[in-house]
């Protein structure tokens, strides 16, 4: 499988680095012909603004919308969430998504607590071992979004569909469960 990894700004290299450890090929995804070219998409943690003006700029922002809307696989971790996302609370103005999942996120919704930490989260049947930065969380969400896990009362972790998004960042643990989870769950059901 042909994995993407949208390469405009962010923690991309971690993301290719466990799409490689995963056994998948790893397409940094710059350009239209490469985004064209991938089975699957990943949207890197960062800054959600940044990397959707640079969507813009670089010609792949209606691209990005159109293949999710076609059902490309896709999921974003934390700043990756906030682009999944249709809905967004404490946004920067004008501020654009490609969306697909049908939540509200709240952007840097732990901020006013802690900048940073780190937590054990069930996961699947299983403990896993979080990292969240300025993360956002699920305030909202629709019928047709799985929960697949919550920290301080709120999902930070949803599916829906072909689309897989993540409050925290497992690119930046040596733990592969959500990408393993994405791969073997969500990639091989379409
Ligand atoms: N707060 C960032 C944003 O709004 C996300 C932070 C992250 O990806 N670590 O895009």
Same mark, same amino acid.
């Given at each position: 499988m042909k994995v993407g990894v949208l390469?405009?700004?962010?923690?991309f290299r971690e993301h290719v680095s466990a799409v490689i450890e995963c056994g998948h090929e790893a397409i940094e995804v710059r350009r239209l012909s490469e985004l064209e070219s991938i089975d699957s998409l990943i949207l890197p943690g960062g800054e959600s603004t940044t990397i959707a003006q640079l969507a813009a700029a670089f010609d792949l922002f209606e691209p990005i919308v159109a293949r999710i809307a076609a059902g490309m696989p896709v999921y974003g971790s934390c700043a990756g969430m906030i682009l999944l996302s249709n809905r967004i609370l404490d946004?920067?103005?004008g501020q654009r998504t490609f969306g697909g999942l049908d939540i509200t996120v709240r952007r840097n919704a732990f901020g006013r607590q802690v900048d940073s930490f780190e937590s054990d989260l069930q996961f699947n049947g299983r403990t896993l071992h979080a990292i969240f930065i300025r993360a956002p969380w699920v305030e909202e969400f629709g019928p047709g979004v799985e929960v697949l896990s919550e920290a301080a009362g709120h999902p930070v972790a949803v599916r829906q569909g072909n689309l897989l998004a993540t409050?925290?960042?497992?690119? $930046?643990?040596?733990? $592969?469960e959500i990408h393993r989870y994405f791969f073997d769950e969500i990639c091989k059901s379409v």
């Open positions: 390469a405009l700004q962010g923690d946004g920067a103005e409050s925290f960042h497992p690119e $930046l643990t040596s733990n $592969l």
